[in-house]
């Protein structure tokens, strides 16, 4: 058990469509962070998320890919209008409040494939 | 900005050889340096890491590694592996003020029964 869930596991979307992927943190956790794992690379950061505020978002690319953390509920990562370059792995971690490389948990990830 | 380099994509070794990983970093300040360790279809899940302290790390599963500063580097060794840690291996910083991790692109180890 992980302790942080990822939902879905997988998750196929046709090329145009919207893929949202899901990310509840471990309990207690207050810091959301999302990873890409491109076929054959590494995790490449995209953002870091604090309940309901944005704190980076340096390895976001700049256009069709938002993420949120609302004060309810789980962290978002939407790809609007995807396309076959957005297949990968996209792994969420959390952390506590204090400390952040202490309390790294990962997700299992989704594993997005545009069709 | 930092980087991380995992100079070995691919390591095949038999059951009871001896592993060593390399891992090297740019970042001139103070990092915390990480492994994590993949398993076919499941999360990343730490191996061991380094803060600060003794630069010879312990980690679970009869892993360790090793941080040398002037070298920028932090392997990663296990005296005799097993098929179980067939795997993908990560190696991790974590620089300066930043909070997220900046990882390599991993070696994929095979250890052969």
């Known amino acids: 058990n992980a302790g942080v869930m990822q939902n879905p596991r997988h998750l196929v979307r046709r090329r145009g469509q919207e893929a949202r992927l899901r990310c509840s943190p471990v309990k207690g956790h207050s810091h959301v962070y999302w990873y890409r794992q491109l076929p054959e690379e590494g995790l490449k950061f995209m953002v870091y998320l604090q309940k309901e505020n944005i704190i980076d978002e340096s390895g976001m690319p700049k256009e069709r890919f938002s993420a949120e953390f609302p004060k309810e509920g789980p962290s978002i990562l939407r790809i609007q209008q995807v396309v076959r370059g957005d297949s990968a792995a996209y792994f969420c971690?959390?952390?506590?409040?204090?400390?952040?490389?202490?309390?790294?948990?990962f997700g299992s990830g989704t594993r997005l494939t545009v069709v | 900005a930092q980087s991380v380099s995992q100079h070995n994509h691919h390591v095949i070794l038999s059951e009871a050889a001896s592993l060593e990983l390399g891992c090297n970093y740019s970042y001139g300040g103070t990092v915390n340096l990480f492994w994590y360790v993949q398993y076919p279809g499941q999360h990343l899940q730490l191996l061991l890491k380094y803060f600060s302290g003794d630069p010879l790390v312990k980690g679970i599963k009869g892993f360790e590694a090793e941080f040398i500063k002037s070298k920028f580097s932090f392997n990663l060794r296990k005296p005799s592996v097993q098929w179980s840690d067939t795997a993908e291996y990560f190696c991790a910083v974590n620089a300066g003020s930043a909070r997220q991790l900046t990882f390599g692109s991993g070696t994929q180890l095979t250890v052969l029964p």
């Open positions: 971690a959390s952390s506590p409040p204090t400390g952040a490389s202490y309390g790294y948990t």
